[in-house]
């Protein structure tokens, strides 16, 4: 089996993901993700040409996100017409799962050079848009598993762990100061680029927009809880509340406590980040110097009505393929979708605060659904340049229970 070496990693700034709110709300997503894939090649002096394949994750892949966005971004990016491009849905972890296609194919020896990774517009597109709840309406299905909201599925998450309120939102202040250091220090300038008008080229935004470094833990805990009256209110399959439809499976559980909260969950945003996936036979044949390489990869099913607390399992499956254990990694990268997902996973794995998430994460950051991943680990590349450390894991949960991982070494 040959090696995947990751050559360079780029990402838009994060916008506002709410129509006519964020800076970024006026630009189509094919146009983002164009502007990511031209970023990456352009700026490592590669012939577009030499681009065997594209592959963006999306999640909602319906009007503008529909059409096969990567193809379509491919050409108006004014790439070759030969090199193709190809769109998946793997939720959450799409922009991850990108990248992990485009590292399968290469250490199988079937291609040398790609770009993976993805993008979301949840201002044009919105979460939900291509119809149907997490299980489809699909009532067959709704007997066997009825998928609740992920919003009431991580309170139940912070139920089943005893993670209380001020947990979550210690937490989620955390993110916010981590982040705000990281942006006045410049950390994350290597991977961003700044997003410009297609049509006059004006720069629209060079900076996140979406975090907050005033936040402060009495504002956090002010919040009311978003989850509250749909999963005590709303009605199930059968005439139950989603509230208890969710504790079905976890019958230790008399009440779920909804703790989540616009201000610990991830913020709805737009973005795009592309990656440069390259063959040990394209780095010799090329010069180009890699920066890390691919040492694992893994994704996995579990519960799908907690949903959330698959990332361990995943980290697990990658740990024991590369013969380390959670204490070789220097770095983590765990998606903040929600504060007791990464607290889930961190005492799973006992895993040191220190080493997770040390420049803030999707609570500050924002959340652009089929491009997270991607960008996680463009900041994990970075992150170990900048401290001068070897290896990094990222990971992701999914909905309908699921999720993905990758183990990484700087080279």
């Known amino acids: 089996m040959g090696q995947a070496y990751l050559l360079d990693a780029v990402r838009t700034p994060r916008g506002r993901g709410k129509a006519g709110k964020g800076a970024l709300s006026g630009v189509h997503p094919q146009e983002l993700f164009a502007q990511a894939i031209a970023r990456v090649v352009d700026r490592n002096a590669i012939p577009r040409g030499e681009v065997e394949d594209v592959i963006a994750g999306a999640v909602s892949q319906v009007d503008e996100q529909g059409c096969n966005l990567a193809r379509n971004a491919v050409l108006s990016a004014g790439f070759p017409i030969e090199v193709p491009g190809v769109t998946l849905n793997r939720f959450c972890g799409s922009g991850l799962q990108a990248v992990q296609f485009a ?8 291609q040398d050079l790609l770009v993976a990774g993805g993008v979301e517009s949840m201002s044009r597109v919105p979460m939900g848009s291509d119809g149907g709840n997490g299980d489809g309406n699909n009532d067959h299905l709704r007997r066997r598993y009825f998928q ?7 309170d139940l998450i912070a139920t089943v762990e005893g993670f209380t309120r001020e947990d979550v939102d210690r937490f989620a202040l ?7 250091a990281a942006v006045a220090d410049g950390r ?7 997003v410009t008008d297609p049509a006059t080229g004006d720069v629209l935004l060079a900076a996140d927009e979406t975090p907050r470094a005033d936040t402060t833990i009495d504002g956090l805990l002010s919040l ?13 399959f ?18 779920i406590r909804h703790v989540h909260t616009a201000g610990n969950s991830s913020g709805l945003a737009d973005g795009a980040a592309a990656v440069l996936v390259a063959s040990e036979a394209y780095v010799r044949r090329s010069g180009h110097r890699p920066r890390a390489r691919v040492v694992s990869m893994a994704v996995v099913g579990s519960e799908p009505i907690i949903m959330l607390t698959a990332p361990s399992a995943a980290v697990e499956i990658a740990l024991r393929k590369a013969g380390m254990q959670a204490g070789d990694v220097d770095l983590w990268e765990i998606n903040e979708a929600f504060a007791a997902v990464a607290l889930q996973v961190m005492r799973k794995l006992n895993l040191d605060p220190a080493r997770v998430n040390v420049n803030g994460g999707a609570i500050a950051l924002g959340h652009p659904l089929g491009a997270t991943g991607a960008m996680l680990l463009g900041t994990a590349m970075d992150e170990l340049e900048r401290a001068d450390k070897s290896t990094a894991a990222v990971t992701l949960c999914i909905a309908g ?4 991982a990758l183990i990484l070494e700087r080279v």
């Open 103 to 110: 590292a399968a194919n290469v250490m199988a020896g079937v």
């Open 148 to 154: 609740v909201p992920q919003g009431v599925s991580a």
């Open 174 to 180: 955390e993110s916010q100061r981590k982040a705000a």
């Open 188 to 194: 994350f300038a290597r991977s961003l680029f700044p």
């Open 224 to 236: 009311p809880a978003s989850f509250a009256a749909v999963g005590e209110n709303q009605v199930g």
């Open 238 to 255: 059968a005439g139950e509340t989603l509230d208890q439809l969710a504790r079905v499976p976890y019958s230790a559980v008399d009440a």
């Open 401 to 404: 229970g699921q999720a993905v």
